[in-house]
């Protein structure tokens, strides 16, 4: 049954959207591939064209102006028909079947979202390496050696502290689409606030112990997880609308709140290891504006959960410059 809408935000990836379609269509259970060309320099939105021209599978949608993956990946849920949404990067690389794999677990689970393992390479000829180190941990906590997990977010919190990535979870359309998801309009950290979203929405979740994608992480500048330019302070941005979905639902911030503060403590530290040394001090500044909203009732309710993590973040509020590394390019 082809029930899947796969959103692909596209940016000078003519190169790379032949390799992808033919992956995400080979996929029984891809309804459509929705590329979503962001004012591309090059010709990727005419290659996404002549893919449309021969198969109403695929579908182009050309932003009028450039306004970076979040916005993008917006306008591909927005126009969506399908019964799940799936959201790929141009240049990753999806193993055989992986979609209809991931289609079939959720829809035979029932849940609202299945995430699954991911490997991480350079390029297409590299070699495979694990997932991120904090998501190989999670994962091994939360599912160990089962093939497959259903849980609500009360018996596995810990999986909202997983890196924020959008393209190793396939969701339930019409819950999503009720509640209101989005992505944010950063040029960076610009599928933080989806991922919280998605899983404090989330009334199943569904964990698929099998490896079903490649994430493509190139070196060099030119990749915005290279840019610890001011640009970086999209974190803040997009921690605060973390922080409104939180605010909006007081049962959720008692119960998972905790959760939250360990991402700050992780994503933050990253950043201040990393940043440009000039603009460090104003990032410790804004860290503490941050944590401000970090509250007793906060910290009593974290302390129940994780005592660490709760006493860290009243540090990192009162002290950011104490317990943030400095920048290594100023060692």
Same mark, same amino acid.
């Given at each position: 049954?082809?029930?899947? @809408?796969?959103?692909?935000? *596209?940016?000078? #990836? =003519?190169?790379?959207?032949? +390799? !992808?379609?033919?992956?995400? $269509?080979?996929?029984?259970?891809?309804?459509?591939?929705?590329?979503?060309?962001?004012? @591309?320099?090059?010709?990727? *939105?005419?290659? #996404? =064209?002549?893919?449309?021209? +021969? !198969?109403?599978?695929?579908? $182009?949608?050309?932003?009028?102006?450039?306004?970076?993956?979040?916005?993008?990946?917006?306008?591909?849920?927005?126009? *969506?028909?399908?019964?799940?949404?799936?959201?790929?990067?141009?240049?990753?690389?999806? $193993?055989?079947?992986?979609?209809?794999?991931?289609?079939?677990?959720?829809?035979?689970?029932?849940?609202?979202?299945? *995430?699954?393992?991911?490997?991480?390479?350079?390029?297409?000829?590299?070699?495979?390496?694990?997932?991120?180190?904090?998501?190989?941990?999670?994962?091994?906590?939360?599912?160990?050696?089962?093939?497959?997990?259903?849980?609500?977010?009360?018996?596995?919190?810990?999986?909202?502290?997983?890196?924020?990535?959008?393209?190793?979870?396939?969701?339930?359309?019409?819950?999503?689409?009720?509640?209101?998801?989005?992505?944010?309009?950063?040029?960076?950290?610009?599928?933080?606030?989806?991922?919280?979203?998605?899983?404090?929405?989330?009334?199943?979740?569904?964990?698929?112990?099998?490896?079903?994608?490649?994430?493509?992480?190139?070196?060099?500048?030119?990749?915005?997880?290279?840019?610890?330019?001011?640009?970086?302070?999209?974190?803040?941005?997009?921690?605060?609308?973390?922080?409104?979905?939180?605010?909006?639902?007081?049962?959720?911030?008692?119960?998972?709140?905790?959760?939250?503060?360990?991402?700050?403590?992780?994503?933050?530290?990253?950043?201040?290891?990393?940043?440009?040394?000039?603009?460090?001090?104003?990032?410790?500044?804004?860290?503490?504006?941050?944590?401000?909203?970090?509250?007793?009732?906060?910290?009593?309710?974290?302390?129940?959960?994780?005592?660490?993590?709760?006493?860290?973040?009243?540090?990192?509020?009162?002290?950011?410059?104490?317990?943030?590394?400095?920048?290594?390019?100023?060692?």
């Amino acid at each position: 049954m082809s029930a899947t @809408s796969v959103i692909i935000p *596209a940016y000078n #990836a =003519a190169q790379k959207l032949d +390799r !992808t379609l033919n992956a995400v $269509l080979s996929n029984a259970s891809v309804l459509e591939a929705i590329v979503v060309d962001d004012c @591309s320099a090059d010709a990727t *939105a005419d290659v #996404a =064209a002549a893919w449309a021209a +021969r !198969t109403p599978r695929v579908r $182009l949608i050309r932003q009028p102006a450039n306004g970076g993956a979040g916005v993008a990946r917006t306008t591909g849920l927005h126009a *969506a028909i399908g019964h799940y949404l799936y959201f790929l990067d141009a240049d990753d690389l999806l $193993l055989p079947g992986a979609i209809d794999t991931a289609t079939q677990a959720i829809a035979q689970s029932g849940v609202d979202v299945l *995430a699954f393992r991911y490997g991480l390479v350079d390029n297409a000829h590299s070699p495979v390496r694990p997932m991120q180190p904090i998501d190989t941990n999670i994962w091994s906590m939360l599912c160990g050696s089962a093939p497959f997990r259903t849980m609500s977010l009360d018996e596995g919190g810990r999986i909202l502290t997983t890196v924020n990535y959008p393209w190793n979870k396939i969701i339930d359309a019409g819950l999503y689409r009720s509640n209101g998801l989005c992505f944010s309009g950063t040029r960076v950290h610009n599928d933080v606030y989806a991922h919280w979203h998605i899983y404090l929405h989330a009334r199943r979740i569904g964990l698929l112990n099998q490896h079903l994608i490649n994430h493509v992480e190139a070196s060099g500048s030119a990749q915005l997880s290279h840019n610890f330019t001011r640009q970086r302070f999209d974190i803040f941005q997009a921690l605060d609308e973390v922080e409104a979905l939180f605010a909006a639902r007081p049962d959720l911030r008692a119960r998972h709140y905790v959760w939250f503060l360990a991402f700050k403590l992780d994503i933050l530290n990253w950043i201040s290891l990393n940043l440009q040394p000039g603009l460090h001090a104003e990032f410790l500044t804004r860290v503490e504006q941050n944590l401000a909203v970090y509250g007793d009732d906060d910290y009593l309710a974290a302390y129940l959960q994780d005592k660490q993590t709760a006493v860290l973040s009243l540090y990192l509020r009162h002290d950011a410059a104490g317990l943030l590394p400095a920048p290594r390019a100023a060692a």
